[in-house]
């Protein structure tokens, strides 16, 4: 069983950044691919971006394409959002997930674990 905790989420300015961290625990996930995944009021959890087990392949929705950077340092078995230049349309909870397969994939029922989710809050 593998337990991810969110963190780094809150309020900022349109324009502006945050870093979002996932902790793993109860499994080391060097092994795991891992992703990224948000939910707006009313819409559907959707597909941010998604890292390899090494962190040497990465994916990411168009949307968030060139502002949002995945990452993970496997040593502290924790992955990293990075999100810069924020609009109100990036406000939703942003969920880690964590897939027992190496390979990236944006497809939300092939992600085995969940966080609870982080908010994110861009105002304009």
């Known amino acids: 069983q593998v337990h991810l905790v969110e963190s780094g989420g809150g309020s900022v300015q349109a324009g502006g950044s945050l870093r979002l961290s996932c902790a793993a625990s109860?499994?080391?996930?060097?092994?795991?691919?891992m992703g990224w995944f948000r939910e707006a009021p009313g819409r559907e959890r959707e597909f941010a971006a998604t890292?390899?087990?090494?962190?040497?392949?990465?994916y990411y929705a168009d949307s968030v394409k060139g502002r949002f950077t995945i990452s993970r340092d496997n040593g502290k078995n924790t992955v990293y959002l990075q999100m810069n230049s924020l609009t109100p349309e990036d406000t939703a909870v942003y969920y880690c997930?964590?897939?027992?397969?190496?390979?990236?994939?944006?497809?939300?029922?092939?992600?085995?674990?969940w966080g609870r989710g982080t908010q994110v809050t861009v105002s304009s």
């Open positions: 997930a964590a897939r027992m397969n190496a390979d990236v994939t944006t497809t939300r029922g092939a992600y085995d674990y």
């Open positions: 890292i390899n087990w090494s962190g040497r392949s990465t």
């Open positions: 109860g499994r080391t996930i060097n092994s795991y691919a």
